[in-house]
């Protein structure tokens, strides 16, 4: 009978002892719901770690390199393999890598030199293509000086010296001015302001004067005096000059 006394104490007893230190999903009391809680956010953070080791990068989510997963490159890099939206402002102390659109409706701060479509920038903004700079209806002021836009109405680049826009030209301080709308086969004038020049001009079709379109071209589109002129068959037009300081 004391045999199987003693047994039964060494088969016992340890497992006394393993629940002291080791958490399960069946123990009970205040205790026992921590430990399952911390274990919970061990596994989730395994998880996201394994989501990061995925895809090829490491899980640091104290990082400032790191993304919206807490992951990020050996060297501190954000990779991202599809399309990113930011809704707010966001600063970038390294590379950002995106495979997809980059959308930002706030303000973007990046590291000097940025390279788009090309190796590491050599100058702060380094483009392999072209830029396309879209028109804006903004006011020039002096929040915007140096700034430029594309009027789609001339066809030309425009600049802001912070008090109006003007036509871009070497040298000098340019600026663009409109004529009136011109009545039907009429002409429309463009005069530049005392202490400027006419250095080129054009003109834009404004309205139909009932006529087709084969019968409808420019009459005149030429200096004029120290401005420019135009003029349109079956149409009406309004003419601009290029202006820039003698």
């Known amino acids: 009978m004391k045999g199987l006394i003693v047994v039964a104490l060494m088969v016992t007893g340890p497992a006394f002892a393993q629940s002291k230190f080791f958490s399960t999903p069946n123990r009970g009391g205040a205790e026992g719901a921590k430990q399952n809680v911390m274990l919970s956010v061990l596994q989730n953070e395994q998880q996201r770690m394994n989501a990061c080791t995925a895809a090829g990068l490491i899980y640091a989510p104290t990082s400032v390199n790191a993304n919206t997963d807490g992951c990020t490159s050996a060297a501190g890099q954000r990779e991202f393999s599809g399309d990113v939206t930011v809704g707010g402002s966001s600063t970038v102390s390294g590379s950002l890598t995106v495979g997809g659109e980059l959308s930002v409706s706030g303000p973007v701060t990046l590291p000097t030199g940025v390279g788009i479509g090309s190796g590491p920038a050599t100058t702060a903004l380094d483009v392999a293509g072209a830029i396309r700079v879209a028109g804006e209806s903004e006011v020039c002021n002096a929040e915007r000086a140096g700034a430029i ?98």
Request: glycine share 14%; charged share 10%.
């Open 149 to 246: 836009r594309y009027n789609a109405s001339i066809q030309s680049m425009e600049f802001c010296n912070g008090t109006a826009w003007g036509g871009m030209a070497g040298g000098g301080s340019v600026q663009i001015a409109t004529g009136a709308v011109s009545a039907c086969r009429s002409s429309s004038v463009a005069a530049c302001p005392a202490g400027t020049r006419v250095v080129s001009g054009g003109y834009v079709f404004q309205s139909s004067c009932g006529c087709d379109d084969v019968y409808r071209f420019a009459t005149q589109d030429r200096p004029y005096g120290n401005g420019w002129i135009a003029s349109i068959e079956c149409g009406t037009t309004i003419a601009y000059a290029l202006c820039a300081t003698q």
